[in-house]
């Protein structure tokens, strides 16, 4: 019953264990490489970490409800080419902010009724809309790339207040709110319910098909603000845009703690996995491994990480036996 | 109509997607009447082998149910081809090139099929992981590029037509869709993974072994995706590493259009193979409209999820 007790930034052994798996990668990478432990390269870890926290919160909401959504990468996509257009149509970046948002909560509901209403599997359903949106991000960019955006947004989002630019409030801002939605209010049990098991769940009066449509929403709506983050960051946006961030975000919710049959997750997890996913895959850069290795290690990371997982399981299991005997 | 609606199961499958294959048909004659050549059919019949058999390994991992899915299937195909044409250059004899892409790909399988059954991860993640992992070493040790060197007589195999149909079609495709549709149909191998798809509690009650079952049907579509390798080496004369590419959906909503449930249990193989025919026919046919390729991805996404929501919704209607 901890899960329901949880602070903003309780942390248990799994957090731990984790927050020392960045450390040690950050010490091997500064002994492996010159240019690894600069202000520069940390600034731009951070950086590029932060469309994938905010991803993957929402991918952590989803499996936790025995959901998932493989489309994330090209949701980001669709939101990124909305912002790009409204900046590039000279409306107010204060607007414009929140198109990536709006872009995404449609998208979510989209996948939702497709998802919830049609009763498909969300891996497969999920899969066909990616096909899909890859098709209609390459017809709405007509084989260019969405490119020389004015500087606006990244103007707006990197404005100092009391010391700390905006973007950095509104990750606060919404990593509060998915902390909130999960631990303080009846939508956090409920979702929770649902991933342990959703007949139960239904048996016992929750309104499973509002609260599937809700995270699907929630899910986009932050996938959307990641793409106004990923607008602002790059001012542009290519045609295989974000094509492993489904499997980045899943990876780094799972090296979380966070379960993939439902009913269980973690918030500083899911920071802390997108952290040392980051800080892995640009310290292999640095120390000269070539990116097209970075699919192969974080899959690898994600088999590893669960195969350990249960084999740990077992083993203390076995351990328990011996002892009781 | 009434006709129509009292068909069961297959022959109801068979008649829609023929119905509809008769539909693309016609649209293609009218749109374009130039289209339709014995070319066209060769063509179209040599893109079927690669599909049909990665749709067949799809379809029997989803058919023995648990939530099975091999997400890894175009992973396995690009890497088992890329894996027989390094060890061509390493010195192996050509003569074994076929079996080592068709074993390169069963052992990619077990090693889904492991994680699967004795770590009991769930598939969707197990092939998601591994189709990155499969995908990206591919493109990782060849560095993108694509691998010459395929020996001639393979081609020679490869590229032969007999009165217009591909000798792999006529040579693989067929005679493996003809042994696993009597297996299925007609053995105790092939009740049995009904009957673990149907109900997984009872099929391990009645004494079958559920997990090796599972193993080897996850090794069997990698053996299946590492013979498409192998055609598409005879075929194109060089191994690309990004030959499976989209391969997972396609194979997918081919399993899903020709009748197989998602949920396991249901289906067979004669859907499979009709399905596979009438998205080639589709493809095939946008692309002699001159329509950009990037929109085949986004009608084959759409196929599958039309052909998901329409089965839930004639369910409903029974």
């Known amino acids: ?325 | 109509m009434n006709r129509i609606r009292n068909l069961q199961g297959s022959t109801l499958v068979l008649t829609l997607l023929a119905l509809l294959w008769v539909v693309v048909v016609f649209v293609l004659l009218v749109l374009k009447p130039s289209v339709f050549s014995l070319a066209t059919v060769t063509t179209i019949l040599q893109f079927s082998t690669i599909l049909a058999l990665v749709s067949l390994g799809q379809a029997i991992v989803v058919m023995a149910g648990g939530a099975g899915i091999d997400l890894s299937v175009g992973g396995i195909v690009s890497l088992s081809a890329i894996f027989g044409m390094l060890a061509l250059k390493a010195g192996l004899p050509s003569f074994l090139l076929p079996a080592t892409c068709v074993f390169a790909g069963a052992v990619l399988g077990a090693f889904n099929g492991i994680l699967v059954t004795r770590l009991s991860i769930l598939p969707l993640i197990a092939t998601l992981g591994t189709f990155f992992i499969y995908s990206g070493l591919a493109l990782a040790l060849t560095g993108g590029a694509a691998q010459s060197g395929v020996p001639g007589w393979l081609l020679i195999w490869g590229r032969s037509v007999f009165s217009s149909i591909p000798a792999p079609f006529l040579t693989i495709a067929i005679p493996v869709f003809a042994i696993a549709g009597i297996v299925l149909m007609w053995t105790a191998w092939g009740r049995w993974i009904y009957a673990i798809g149907f109900n997984e509690r009872s099929a391990h009650l009645v004494g079958i072994p559920v997990d090796r079952a599972r193993l080897i049907l996850y090794g069997l579509s990698g053996a299946l995706s590492g013979a498409a390798a192998l055609i598409s080496l005879a075929w194109l004369g060089s191994g690309r590493p990004n030959i499976g590419q989209n391969l997972e959906l396609e194979s997918l909503t081919a399993a899903m259009l020709g009748g197989i449930a998602i949920s396991g249990g249901r289906g067979g193989v004669g859907g499979v193979f009709a399905a596979v025919i009438l998205l080639v026919t589709l493809k095939t046919g946008l692309l002699q409209l001159n329509v950009n390729t990037v929109w085949q991805l986004g009608i084959v996404g759409a196929l599958l999820v039309f052909v998901l929501l329409a089965d839930r919704l004639s369910q409903r209607w029974r």
């Open chain 1, 1 to 325: 019953m901890r899960q329901f007790r949880d602070g903003v930034f309780s942390m248990t052994g799994r957090e731990w264990s984790l927050l020392a798996a960045c450390v040690l990668a950050i010490i091997v990478f500064s002994v492996a490489s010159p240019y690894y432990a600069t202000s520069g390269n940390a600034g731009t870890v951070l950086r590029n970490s932060i469309e994938l926290l905010l991803i993957g919160l929402g991918m952590m909401l989803l499996l936790a409800m025995g959901g998932i959504d493989v489309s994330v990468g090209v949701v980001m996509g669709l939101a990124a080419i909305g912002v790009g257009r409204a900046l590039g149509a000279g409306v107010d970046p204060v607007l414009t902010a929140f198109v990536g948002p709006l872009t995404g909560a449609l998208l979510g509901l989209v996948a939702a009724t497709v998802i919830v209403l049609g009763r498909v599997p969300a891996i497969v359903g999920t899969l066909g809309l990616l096909g899909v949106y890859r098709t209609a991000i390459f017809v709405l960019l007509g084989g260019q790339w969405l490119s020389g955006l004015p500087t606006g947004l990244t103007v707006l989002l990197g404005t100092t207040i009391l010391g700390l630019p905006i973007a950095a409030y509104v990750i606060a801002l919404a990593y509060l709110a998915v902390w909130v939605a999960l631990r303080r209010t009846p939508f956090g049990l409920h979702l929770l319910a649902i991933g342990n098991s959703e007949e139960k769940a239904r048996l016992s009066g929750i309104p499973v098909v509002k609260v599937r449509f809700a995270t699907f929403i929630i899910s986009g709506a932050l996938t959307g603000l990641a793409a106004t983050f990923y607008v602002a960051n790059y001012r542009n946006v290519e045609m295989t845009v974000g094509s492993t961030l489904a499997l980045d975000a899943i990876a780094a919710v799972v090296l979380g703690g966070t379960s993939i049959l439902g009913g269980k997750c973690s918030l500083v997890g899911t920071v802390l996995g997108v952290l040392l996913l980051r800080i892995l895959q640009n310290g292999l850069l640095l120390v000269g491994v070539p990116s097209l290795w970075q699919p192969v290690v974080t899959g690898g990371l994600l088999i590893g990480v669960l195969s350990f997982e249960v084999l740990s399981n077992r083993l203390s299991l076995l351990q328990f036996r011996w002892a009781g005997k």
